[in-house]
């Protein structure tokens, strides 16, 4: 830009001192037309303005179309480094995608061995997070369809356990002993065994279920996980665009603040004024009015008719000499040919022209008529010049103080000819330097959108922060509400376990009031039998053992009574007891899931608290960044300021240097205007010289000898003459170009230096701005690699979790088969024992031997013991 103002300049300058040379050469020109001079100037005014105004339009076409390539090149510049973003981005996320797809396939692999299902599910890399979704909702169908069967395979085998129930009691009524009273005992013992195989399957359907509820979180966390790296991933995608965007803008804005900056120090300078430049215009326009006038004044009246007889004498002469300067010498040679014609006509005779055929007479006659011809007009143009001679030596007699006062008048009036025009150009170099007003209005209603559009967007921010606030103190009020109720709801648990525990040891008690009785209606009933025996071995009273055994009879059907009302009263209270122990097993199990699920809600109340934390911890990171970018905008706007001032500084030296230039014109002028003068006075000389030399040519006529010699020593001298002149005049010519060149080169020169300077400075920006947009996207990057190294160790740790819970649910499946497969075995095996036992209970009664095993119930509490032992030790 320095450059092409300086040029511009020149090209002023240089207009400028064509326009007053011009205007100088019309006013020697044309002074003759007095009457039309005022005229004449006020169009060449209006022409040299319209010339400035065109030129104006120029420089602000270039001017704009220099800040479109600017713009255009800034745009090009971001546009390039937003793509390599873009690239880095999609290098990342490709990165990233590899590694989650990495880290899901195992977890697959292992639910589908959990679900056995290999077939439906392969190890397949998915592309997208709707199909890992659609993969873990498949994966959730066939757990939901596993609980389904579990179930239905448990219900079977409580089916199954109630046919053997059946059968067994049917088993046993039809081969039931005589005796009543053992019957009805095995019965309830056989109840009492039944009732500890269903509490069994209950167990066991529970342990299920827990497993169940287990493997469903640990799906459920695995989908929420997946569900979280998306968010994340998307966050992350949204941060990306607003930190590019945010480049982009701060880009867009910094170059936006130094139109600002430059357009206000331009429309904002104290020494500028358009009010006071405008009547600066109209006084200007008033003084070359004024001009005009004193000129038109100046030139009435009969000095002005003196002064134009002389001006256009002069004229006319320069005119004619320019013409005739050159063709002196061939008039000289006409004048000498025409003597020597007139000698041969003298010398004619004519009886040579009667040997002349016609043509030849023609040709001769020709030849005359244009020989007198010519010596007709030499002898015209020696009286024209003889007259115009005469006529100036009369004028410089009489007119010499006329020329000398006109001299002093064209002086003034060039003095302020010249300051009028250096005034203009101040002007316009002042004016080229000034932007469009409209451009700097559009550009402030620009800039004030913008600032208005970042007031909205920061109190956008501000509530949203203020919204994140108050959502975390509700969470955290929620987290203490839940807090309590799972204290309230543990509390409740050590109150249902005591309930529990009591319900057990009633149980117990009852068990052992059972089988006190049980022993003492046995010595009873025994010492019955004896007493019988006795009785019946004394033959001697007959009626006494008929009422004996009437007695002994109404004794045994009392006890047998007595005895299955006791065990009515047992088995009652035995059944409330186990109504009370199942709705209190029910109660637990829903308070259970209760706690389950409140467990589900406040994770994910938790990690919603988290998420929101690192949302705001991002959005104060994003505020702490633009705070940032603002304060090295400022920074750069007050660099920009004080290198703005420094070129305007460099300006003001650059517009003293080219008044200090205007004023070296301004003298070289008078200079050319000295030696003008001296060359018209040698003129005048020569003129001189050719008026004696035609003074001598009329005294000495007669002698043709000595003046044909005179003639050629004149011609050599006139040819001398010219030579000189015509190296003079090359001369002239020569300084003025070397002068133009040299003004030309000097500004060239000043402007190739300004334009390396701003180059020099253009370039260091660029690299210091290159060099801190390396600084932050190398932090960027870092803290992309931070969050993958973090994504990685979670992953690790889920993958560790997952396995380890896919094996102990895989241990968890195989001891319960075992455990089943002998549960059915010791049914069988119990089942076989009790119905040997029922058969053989009477025989085994004989044997002392066997006396622990002499009844059913003995051996079975055995059994049971021996089963309790066995789930202990597998527990």
């Given at each position: 830009m320095g450059s092409e103002e300086a040029l511009i300049d020149s090209a002023a300058m240089d207009s400028v001192v064509r326009s007053c040379n011009e205007g100088a050469k019309q006013a020697s020109d044309n002074i003759n037309e007095s009457e039309g001079l005022g005229v004449d100037f006020v169009e060449d005014f209006d022409s040299y303005m319209q010339d400035i105004s065109d030129r104006l339009t120029i420089s602000r076409m270039v001017s704009?179309?220099?800040?479109?390539?600017?713009?255009?090149?800034?745009?090009?510049?971001?546009?390039?480094?937003?793509?390599?973003?873009?690239?880095?981005?999609?290098?990342?996320?490709?990165?990233l995608h590899v590694y989650h797809v990495g880290g899901d396939n195992p977890e697959s692999s292992r639910l589908e061995a959990i679900c056995n299902e290999p077939k439906n599910m392969n190890c397949a890399l998915y592309s997208t997070i709707s199909e890992i979704l659609m993969q873990h909702n498949r994966i959730g169908d066939s757990l939901g369809s596993l609980r389904s069967s579990?179930?239905?395979?448990?219900?079977?085998?409580?089916?199954?356990?109630?046919?053997?129930?059946?059968?067994?009691?049917?088993?046993?009524?039809?081969?039931?002993?005589?005796?009543?009273?053992?019957?009805?005992?095995?019965?309830?013992?056989?109840?009492?065994?039944?009732?500890?195989?269903?509490?069994?399957?209950?167990?066991?359907?529970?342990?299920?279920?827990?497993?169940?509820e287990q493997v469903e979180n640990i799906a459920f966390l695995s989908k929420a996980s997946v569900c979280e790296w998306h968010l994340e991933k998307e966050f992350q995608a949204e941060i990306e665009g607003m930190v590019i965007k945010n480049c982009f803008g701060g880009l867009k804005e910094e170059f936006e603040q130094r139109l600002w900056d430059h357009n206000a120090q331009f429309y904002w300078n104290d020494g500028v004024n358009w009010l006071e430049k405008i009547k600066e215009v109209s006084s200007l326009r008033q003084e070359l009015d004024n001009i005009s006038n004193s000129l038109s004044l100046s030139e009435t009246g009969q000095l002005t008719s003196h002064e134009s007889l002389e001006i256009n004498g002069d004229y006319f002469h320069r005119k004619v000499s320019g013409n005739h300067a050159v063709s002196a010498a061939l008039h000289r040679e006409v004048s000498g040919t025409?003597?020597?014609?007139?000698?041969?006509?003298?010398?004619?005779?004519?009886?040579?022209?009667?040997?002349?055929?016609?043509?030849?007479?023609?040709?001769?006659?020709?030849?005359?008529?244009?020989?007198?011809?010519?010596?007709?007009?030499?002898?015209?143009?020696?009286?024209?010049?003889?007259?115009?001679?005469?006529?100036?030596?009369?004028?410089?007699?009489r007119g010499s103080s006329l020329v000398l006062r006109k001299d002093k008048e064209w002086e003034v009036l060039r003095k302020k000819i010249s300051e009028v025009i250096y005034k203009l150009d101040n002007f316009l170099l002042e004016n080229d330097k000034l932007p469009a007003f409209s451009n700097n209005t559009e550009m402030l209603d620009n800039l004030k959108d913008r600032l208005e559009f970042l007031h909205v967007e920061?109190?956008?921010?501000?509530?949203?922060?203020?919204?994140?606030?108050?959502?975390?103190?509700?969470?955290?009020?929620?987290?203490?509400?839940?807090?309590?109720?799972?204290?309230?709801?543990?509390?409740?648990?050590?109150?249902?376990?005591?309930?529990?525990?009591?319900?057990?040891?009633?149980?117990?008690?009852?068990?052992?009031?059972?089988?006190?009785?049980?022993?003492?209606?046995?010595?009873?009933?025994?010492?019955?039998?004896?007493?019988?025996?006795?009785?019946?071995?004394?033959?001697?009273v007959k009626y006494e053992i008929d009422d004996s055994d009437m007695e002994s009879i109404w004794m045994l059907d009392l006890s047998g009574v007595i005895v299955r009302e006791a065990l009515k009263e047992a088995k009652e209270k035995l059944y409330e007891t186990n109504v009370k122990y199942a709705n209190e097993t029910e109660s637990r199990v829903s308070h259970q899931m209760e706690m389950m699920e409140r467990e589900k809600a406040l994770r994910l109340e938790v990690a919603e608290k988290n998420k929101l934390?690192?949302?705001?911890?991002?959005?104060?990171?994003?505020?702490?960044?633009?705070?940032?970018?603002?304060?090295?905008?400022?920074?750069?706007?007050?660099?920009?300021?004080?290198?703005?001032?420094l070129v305007?500084?460099?300006?003001?030296?650059?517009?003293?240097?080219?008044?200090?230039?205007?004023?070296?014109?301004?003298?070289?002028?008078?200079?050319?205007?000295?030696?003008?003068?001296?060359?018209?006075?040698?003129?005048?000389?020569?003129?001189?010289?050719?008026?004696?030399?035609?003074?001598?040519?009329?005294?000495?006529?007669?002698?043709?000898?000595?003046?044909?010699?005179?003639?050629?020593?004149?011609?050599?001298?006139?040819?001398?003459?010219?030579?000189?002149?015509?190296?003079?005049?090359?001369?002239?010519?020569?300084?003025?170009?070397?002068?133009?060149?040299?003004?030309?080169?000097?500004?060239?020169?000043?402007?190739?230096?300004?334009?390396?300077?701003?180059?020099?400075?253009?370039?260091?920006?660029?690299?210091?701005?290159?060099?801190?947009r390396l600084v932050n996207l190398t932090s960027q990057l870092g803290t992309h690699a931070q969050k993958v190294d973090a994504l990685k160790r979670m992953s690790l740790l889920y993958k560790q979790a997952f396995e380890r819970r896919c094996f102990d649910l895989q241990k968890a499946e195989a001891e319960v088969d075992l455990l089943g497969d002998e549960a059915n075995s010791l049914?069988?095996?119990?089942?076989?024992?009790?119905?040997?036992?029922?058969?053989?209970?009477?025989?085994?009664?004989?044997?002392?031997?066997?006396?622990?095993?002499?009844?059913?119930?003995n051996f079975y509490w055995f059994l049971i013991l021996g089963l309790k032992k066995v789930s202990f030790a597998y527990d």
């Open positions: 704009d179309s220099v800040i479109r390539g600017m713009v255009n090149a800034v745009e090009q510049d971001a546009a390039e480094k937003i793509a390599h973003k873009e690239l880095e981005v999609a290098k990342l996320k490709e990165m579990t179930k239905e395979q448990l219900k079977k085998l409580r089916k199954e356990i109630d046919c053997i129930k059946g059968s067994g009691s049917i088993r046993r009524i039809s081969s039931g002993s005589e005796l009543l009273g053992l019957g009805g005992i095995l019965q309830d013992k056989a109840s009492e065994r039944w009732i500890d195989v269903d509490k069994m399957m209950d167990s066991l359907t529970i342990n299920l279920d827990s497993v169940f025409h003597e020597d014609s007139m000698i041969v006509h003298e010398n004619l005779d004519p009886a040579q022209l009667k040997h002349l055929s016609k043509d030849e007479m023609v040709i001769f006659f020709k030849t005359e008529m244009t020989k007198m011809k010519r010596h007709h007009e030499s002898k015209v143009q020696e009286m024209t010049e003889e007259y115009f001679s005469l006529k100036r030596d009369y004028l410089r007699e920061n109190s956008q921010l501000r509530a949203s922060v203020t919204d994140k606030k108050k959502e975390i103190k509700c969470l955290s009020s929620q987290i203490s509400d839940t807090a309590e109720k799972i204290s309230q709801h543990s509390l409740a648990e050590a109150n249902l376990l005591k309930v529990i525990a009591n319900t057990k040891a009633s149980l117990e008690d009852a068990n052992i009031e059972a089988s006190i009785r049980e022993d003492l209606y046995k010595c009873l009933f025994k010492e019955l039998m004896g007493q019988i025996n006795y009785d019946a071995a004394k033959p001697s934390e690192e949302d705001i911890l991002l959005l104060e990171v994003s505020l702490v960044e633009k705070n940032v970018q603002v304060q090295r905008v400022t920074d750069a706007l007050e660099k920009e300021r004080q290198h703005f001032e305007c500084q460099e300006l003001n030296d650059l517009r003293d240097q080219t008044s200090k230039q205007q004023i070296l014109i301004s003298e070289s002028s008078t200079q050319s205007d000295v030696i003008k003068g001296n060359l018209a006075e040698t003129l005048e000389q020569i003129e001189r010289y050719k008026m004696e030399v035609c003074e001598l040519k009329q005294k000495l006529e007669l002698a043709t000898n000595d003046v044909r010699e005179l003639y050629e020593v004149n011609r050599k001298h006139l040819a001398v003459v010219q030579e000189k002149n015509d190296a003079l005049s090359l001369l002239e010519m020569n300084e003025k170009e070397h002068k133009k060149q040299m003004e030309s080169i000097i500004v060239i020169v000043s402007g190739l230096s300004e334009a390396v300077a701003d180059l020099d400075c253009g370039i260091t920006e660029d690299i210091r701005k290159i060099n801190l049914l069988n095996l119990l089942e076989k024992i009790y119905i040997a036992l029922d058969h053989y209970s009477i025989v085994l009664q004989h044997y002392p031997g066997v006396s622990c095993f002499s009844s059913a119930d």
